[in-house]
């Protein structure tokens, strides 16, 4: 079994910048991908980001050039730097992990393997 943690979450103004962190503990030597979901409020929780063991990183297009996912395979740790923040980038932000091969987009209701409890992320106009 594994466990996702976030942090970093918090208030910030439009325009700034964000880090979010994810570490994972229990087995987690065998995932191949971790990432992020969000959910704003209201709405249905979509995909953000992922990245591959090997760090190779996918993109929403809505956060593409803003964000940047990256990974620390030493520390079970993925990071979502978000940068140029917009209020509709409010949200609820997940960590997941999956132990299957990467793909290179995931559909807001795919099954990833485990979920961490979420983050808020609350960016003011």
């Known amino acids: 079994q594994v466990q996702l943690v976030e942090s970093g979450g918090g208030v910030v103004q439009a325009g700034g910048t964000l880090r979010l962190s994810c570490a994972a503990s229990?087995?987690?030597?065998?995932?191949?991908?971790m990432g992020w979901y969000r959910q704003p409020p209201g709405k249905q929780r979509d995909w953000v980001a992922h990245i591959t063991r090997g760090g190779v990183g996918y993109y929403t297009s809505s956060v593409k050039g803003r964000f940047t996912i990256s990974r620390d395979n030493a520390k079970n740790t993925v990071y979502l730097e978000m940068n140029s923040l917009k209020p509709e980038d409010t949200a609820v932000y997940y960590c997941v992990a999956d132990l299957s091969a990467a793909k290179t987009y995931y559909s807001a209701t795919y099954a990833m393997d485990y979920w961490g409890k979420g983050t808020l992320v609350n960016v003011s106009s």
């Open positions: 229990g087995n987690a030597f065998d995932l191949n991908v």
